[in-house]
């Protein structure tokens, strides 16, 4: 593993633990932005002694929709909602580090456990991945608000996308594409549903809507 791919993965768990610790959704969303940065730049790093436009093509795209599209569609999603914090998450934030350490160390220890795919993984790639798909399911059920919740399953896409990120090269352009074109549309989607929740109940609380009857 070289430095650079290691240094990055090392971001992306700190993106994760902001993520993890912080009550305003603003600097959640931020951290969320980063860590499509991050990839992007792990996606080249990774390949730079094969880069192809394959590859660059993916990079470029993971850092536009990850990095810029999708933070820009959640904060104007926070704009009109009028939302800044997050207030009584169902977990609270100290308890919320504490079980990411846990389920860090987990992660460490499974990865050095299980033997990997291909000599061109990185030591902590299948760590980090676990690390943070499970992190992206712990905000989906610890949290209170909708815009956390798509932060949550953003989180967990990352962390599916950071192991790929060494399979790259052997998986079609258009199935990669593909699913990132899905997640935009599944992001765009969840943008426009917390603003109508906003609009009509006047708040974003997700366990509030179970008292809905029909």
């Given amino acids: 593993m070289d430095r650079l791919s290691g240094a990055l993965l090392v971001l992306l768990v700190l993106t994760t633990f902001k993520l993890l610790a912080s009550g305003r959704i603003s600097a959640c969303v931020r951290a969320v932005a980063v860590q499509g940065v991050v990839l992007g730049l792990l996606t ?25 599209a999708f933070p820009w569609l959640l904060s104007r999603a926070l704009r009109e909602a009028d939302v800044r914090r997050e207030v009584d998450p169902y977990v609270g934030y100290t308890l919320s580090i504490l ?7 987990v992660s460490l220890w499974v990865g050095a456990r299980l033997r990997l795919p291909s000599e061109s993984f990185s030591t902590l790639a299948l760590p980090t991945a676990l690390f943070t798909i499970f992190a992206g399911l712990f905000v989906v059920v610890a949290r209170r608000t909708a815009v956390m919740q798509v932060l949550g399953f953003l989180v967990l896409e990352n962390g599916i996308y950071s ?3 060494w399979q790259v ?11 990132l074109l899905d997640l935009f549309v ?4 969840m943008g426009i549903t917390i603003y109508h929740i ?12 179970d008292s809905l009857r029909g």
Avoid: Q, W, Y
């Avoid at 079980?99 to 160390?105: A, H, I, K, R, T």
């Avoid at 599944?186 to 989607?189: E, Q, R, Y």
């Fill in 186 to 189: 599944a992001v765009f989607v």
């Fill in 163 to 165: 192991f790929g990120v």
């Fill in 99 to 105: 079980s990411g350490l846990f389920v860090l160390g």
């Fill in 44 to 68: 080249l790093a990774t390949h730079r002694g094969t880069l192809s436009l394959h590859i660059v093509a993916i990079a470029c795209a993971s850092m536009a929709l990850k990095g810029l």
């Fill in 169 to 179: 090269g052997d998986m079609p352009l258009l199935v990669e594409l593909g699913v």
């Fill in 198 to 209: 906003n609009r009509e109940f006047e708040h974003i609380e997700t366990d509030r809507l």
